[in-house]
């Protein structure tokens, strides 16, 4: 079985570094070959491709941009009105995408609007989505792109994202019915939904494409307490034969390279010690 490979999600991980560049130079440091750089929007595509290449760094996925964060904003696939804004983030997201050599995009789903009622909006934001997720598909493919769809628990992170389960995430990609979208499976969603993480990695695993971690419920490190047995889900993972990558989005307890025991322990069991990959 080959061993899993991890991603530093840049948003989360070495924020003891204000700029992304240097962000990416740490992560290198601390033996990652990946990185996600969720929102690179506010940096020259060309600095950050070039930091990259200079760390040896993988760059694996990127968001499409939230949208009019003041209103509250969180992304625009699914929003009733905002179909235009959306291919124009979609467009944006697709010039950096190239420029940073990174092939696979969030398409972010957004929130239900604010004065209205989830069930109430459902069908119609579950047609904005599959129109948009349409368009996209079209788009990215002519690129040679993936892109992700992300269920965003709604208990504790955000009451209003739209996509909120597998199960939902799986039936709208259905619809949808192009190859090159994907399933972003998040552990730490996942669990605060649904639980059942084996067998919901064993039903979704033909739809997976990413996969992002963090323990429940303080999204710290895989290794620190809580709900989540992470030995057993890597073996898990290794077992059904996952290839792709696995984002480190959590919050660190304190400094970024003090809570990566739990990833050199990871390391050093499958053989890898003292080496980067």
């Known amino acids: 079985m080959a061993p899993l490979r991890f991603a530093a999600n840049l948003n989360w ?65 699914a929003v009733p009105g905002r179909q235009a804004a ?30 209205t009622e989830r069930t109430a909006m459902a069908p119609e934001m579950e047609a904005t989505f599959i129109e948009n997720l349409r368009y996209a598909a079209d788009i990215l493919a002519q690129e040679d792109m993936t892109g992700l769809v992300e269920p965003m628990n709604s208990r504790i992170t955000d009451p209003r994202y739209f996509l909120t389960t597998p199960h939902q995430a799986a039936a709208i990609l259905e619809k949808v019915g192009r190859p090159n979208l994907w399933l ?59 290839e792709g990558y696995v984002g480190c989005e959590y919050t660190p307890q304190g400094d970024t390279l003090e809570g990566l025991g739990w990833l050199h322990a990871y390391w050093e069991s499958r053989g890898r010690q003292q080496r980067r990959w």
């Open 13 to 77: 991980l070495f924020t003891e570094r204000p700029a992304l560049p240097e962000r990416l130079e740490a992560a290198a440091r601390a033996g990652f070959r990946a990185a996600e750089l969720p929102e690179p929007y506010a940096w020259d595509p060309a600095l950050l491709r070039g930091a990259a290449d200079r760390a040896g760094l993988a760059l694996v996925l990127i968001n499409t941009p939230p949208g009019d964060q003041d209103k509250g904003e969180k992304g625009l696939g």
């Open 184 to 242: 972003q499976l998040d552990i730490f969603h996942c669990q605060i939904m649904d639980g059942n993480l084996t067998q919901t990695l064993k039903t979704y695993f033909p739809l997976i494409g990413h996969i992002q971690i963090g323990q429940v419920p303080g999204r710290h490190e895989p290794d620190s307490p809580g709900e989540v047995n992470f030995p057993y889900l890597f073996q898990l993972l290794e077992s059904l034969g996952y």
């Open 86 to 115: 959306f291919r124009e983030g979609l467009a944006l997201a697709v010039k950096y995408a190239k420029a940073l050599g990174c092939l696979r995009i969030h398409l972010m789903a957004g929130r239900v609007p604010a004065g």
